[in-house]
Nanobody, 123 residues
Framework: QVQLVESGGGLVQAGGSLRLSCAASGHTFSIYAMGWCRQAPGKERECIAAISWRGGRTVYADSVKDRFTISRDNAKNTVYLQMNSLKPEDTAVYYC????????????????WGQGTQVTVSS
């Protein structure tokens, strides 16, 4: 139904910035909100930011508030995650996800997932 492809991951020094992109294709009309989630080594996957497709309303996890910004380009069916003031604790595989019903940071609510892109922050 929906395919998601992330890009933009890489290696960055602490305090640096990185911007991730996620391109959606397929039946994108069914998407209500898009989110960014991450999984660090030895930890469970957590969603850190989400945005509603139509209204552009956002929600963030406390761990990334005031540092990360989620945005979208409806014409390109693309969502972005601008990450500033990166910390070593941000090191994780970052996943793009799509939800059909609501804005949420609950991983169990997302119906579609991308393949993930590695973000490594060195100290």
């Amino acid at each position: 139904q929906v395919q998601l492809v992330e890009s933009g991951g890489g290696l960055v020094q602490a305090g640096g910035s990185l911007r991730l992109s996620c391109a959606a294709s397929g039946h994108t009309f069914s998407i209500y909100a898009m989110g960014w989630c991450r999984q660090a080594p030895g930890k469970e996957r957590e969603c850190i930011a989400a945005i509603s497709w139509r209204g552009g309303r956002t929600v963030y996890a406390d761990s990334v508030k005031d540092r990360f910004t989620i945005s979208r380009d409806n014409a390109k069916n693309t969502v972005y995650l601008q990450m500033n003031s990166l910390k070593p604790e941000d090191t994780a595989v970052y996943y793009c996800a799509a939800d059909e019903s609501r804005l949420t940071l609950r991983t169990s609510r997302y119906a579609y997932w991308g393949q993930g892109t590695q973000v490594t922050v060195s100290s």
